[in-house]
């Protein structure tokens, strides 16, 4: 199966069949010793980083409207070595988004905090994928949303209304998969709450709330693959919520 899903193109998603294989991912079986010295220095430049276990592809396809995979439980320091040698290594990345809409239908985005690798990016609350994201190896793409944007800004989504399918977008850099998440208060007011959460926080992962208003309200440091998505929304995105 390896890789075999249109890029640079936003796919309706039906279902998620990415399955958690329990042998090692062979980028990590095959590459220790680079590991260990990369992340010797990653962790010289961001003291703060936090050597746990996310997931990272060996094969992943479009089917029928469906996403079909495999993934492997790695160390992070194996996925930030991994992030320098995307190419030829046999491996992808594969992320979810809680595409958050206010009830103004604005969009609610998060800027990450300056000790993250991610520092100053604009992007939806949002993480890798980790074992406690999958239910008897199958991954569950909502309750990932749903935790990371907990985690990150305080807002629970598991009352709000959900869009009636995925939709993915996979380019060279990894594949994001989103669906919309409507709550009824307006940005302003989700934003505040956002930014009391983030103060009360001891050593928050965000710097605060980034509201986006219409397609053309990009601000500064949004990451690539977001700009697509927010066109996406603004037009329409193909679905009523």
């Known amino acids: 199966m390896s890789f075999d899903l249109p890029r640079n193109v936003i796919l309706p998603v039906d279902a998620v069949d990415v399955r958690l294989d329990p042998s090692p991912h062979p980028f990590e079986r095959d590459n220790q010793p680079a590991i260990a010295e990369n992340w010797q220095r990653e962790m010289a430049a961001k003291p703060a980083l936090y050597d746990g276990t996310v997931v990272l592809l060996s094969a992943l396809a479009y089917r029928d ?12 320091s194996t996925f930030m070595l991994w992030r320098k040698n995307r190419e030829f290594s046999g491996a992808e990345h594969a992320y979810a988004h809680a595409v958050l809409v ?14 993250t690798v991610n520092a100053g990016r604009v992007y939806f609350a949002a993480g890798s994928f980790e074992p ?4 008897d190896g ?3 793409v909502d309750f990932n949303m749903i935790r990371e944007v907990g985690e990150e800004t305080g807002i629970d989504l598991s009352t ?7 939709h993915a977008l996979s380019t060279p850099s990894g594949t994001v998969i989103f669906r919309r998440y409507r709550v009824a208060e307006p940005a302003e007011e989700i934003s505040r709450r956002i930014s009391a959460f983030v103060a009360a926080e001891s050593e928050p992962e965000i710097d605060g709330p980034v509201v986006i208003r219409n397609a053309a309200d990009l601000p500064d440091g949004l990451m690539g693959h977001m700009k697509p998505l927010i066109e996406w929304h603004f037009a329409g995105g193909g679905e009523a919520v």
């Not at 996403?67 to 439980?73: D, F, K, N, Q, S």
């Not at 406690?132 to 239910?135: L, N, P, S, T, V």
Request: with cysteine; glycine share 10%.
């Open 160 to 166: 709000a209304q959900r869009g009636r399918r995925y």
């Open 132 to 135: 406690i994201d999958f239910r």
């Open 138 to 140: 199958l991954v569950d």
């Open 65 to 76: 409207s469906r996403l079909i995979g495999r993934c492997h439980a790695v160390r992070y």
């Open 102 to 115: 206010a009830g103004d239908n604005a969009l609610v985005a998060i800027r990450m905090g300056s000790h």
